[in-house]
Nanobody, 128 residues
């Protein structure tokens, strides 16, 4: 089992940047594939980005491609989400997610139900 704690959310003006962190407990962080999702009020969680266990291959939603970057530091049990060129429509609660089960390709990584563990979320607010 793994526990996830997000940090780094806050308020920023459009065009600005934020870096979210997700710290994981446990000794086997490198065994987990990781993802970031976001949720708007009254909406389902939507996929933002995901990263594989060891190769570090990544997947991105079209809406964030070229602006957001996911990375992981297995030595620090942490996954990051660097968000640049932020837009007001990026305003949401951002969640970190982890899973051990096999998953391949964007179609799998982008499904919220393919992740087992979730953080508590961190609010990102982008003003125009």
């Amino acid at each position: 089992q793994v526990q996830l704690v997000e940090s780094g959310g806050g308020k920023v003006q459009a065009g600005g940047s934020l870096r979210l962190s997700c710290a994981a407990s446990g000794r086997t962080f490198s065994s987990y594939r990781m993802g970031w999702f976001r949720q708007y009020p009254g909406k389902e969680r939507e996929f933002v980005t995901g990263i594989t266990r060891s190769t570090g291959s990544t997947y991105y939603a079209e809406s964030v491609k070229g602006r957001f970057t996911i990375s992981r530091d297995n030595a620090k049990n942490t996954v990051y989400l660097q968000m640049n060129s932020l837009k007001p429509e990026d305003t949401a609660v951002y969640y970190c997610a982890a899973a051990l089960n096999y998953c391949s390709g964007y179609g799998c990584y982008s499904r919220a139900d393919m992740y087992t563990y979730w953080g508590q979320g961190t609010q990102v607010t982008v003003s125009s």
